[in-house]
């Protein structure tokens, strides 16, 4: 019997784990215990899936995960452009933030998908919002060392003075 509980929790442990891993990405490492099916959507670049669950199941366009992401924060992060496009034409929030108070946009800019990037910046998405470590999309745009973005979204009233915790003035020095 012992043995066969202990492959149970190896063969449980591996399908979370390969669960795991077709969700990973450059923005996010999402389990799928922690998603709707509108998110799963979301992130495959499912459209049709996501206006199903829309007009269906969820009526909130800003239905969030238990990490307090949104359908469009996933959207962003993967690079789902048509995904990103009709959750703006539903009326989402755009500035909305999740639990590390990141907006959609810093997670486009993070992830480097720049065309999510830019969709948001053309339907007016504040650039200068800052999450829980003072960084706004700006500082995520210089660390990527993505120029394009960086332009684009200084374009677009980017703060290029907004300091964050690794700055030399945010500590009080001078």
Known sequence: MRKLFSFGRRLGQALLSSMD???AGRGY????????????????GDAAEVERSL??????????????RTVLHLACAHGRVEV????????????ICDRL??????????CQEEACAIILLEHGANPNIKDI?????LHYAL?????????????????IEALNENSPHACGTA
């Open 21 to 23: 891993e077709e969700y």
């Open 29 to 44: 490492h999402i389990g799928d215990w922690e998603l709707r099916k509108i998110h799963r959507a979301a992130i495959k």
């Open 55 to 68: 007009t269906r199941r969820f009526r909130d366009v800003d239905a969030r995960d238990r990490k307090d």
């Open 84 to 95: 990103v496009t009709l959750l703006l034409s539903r009326g989402c929030q755009i500035d």
């Open 101 to 110: 108070s990141r907006a959609p946009l810093m997670k486009a800019v993070h």
């Open 133 to 137: 470590y003072g960084n706004t999309a």
């Open 143 to 159: 660390y990527n060392e993505g120029t394009s973005l960086a332009e684009k979204l200084l374009s677009h009233r980017a703060n």
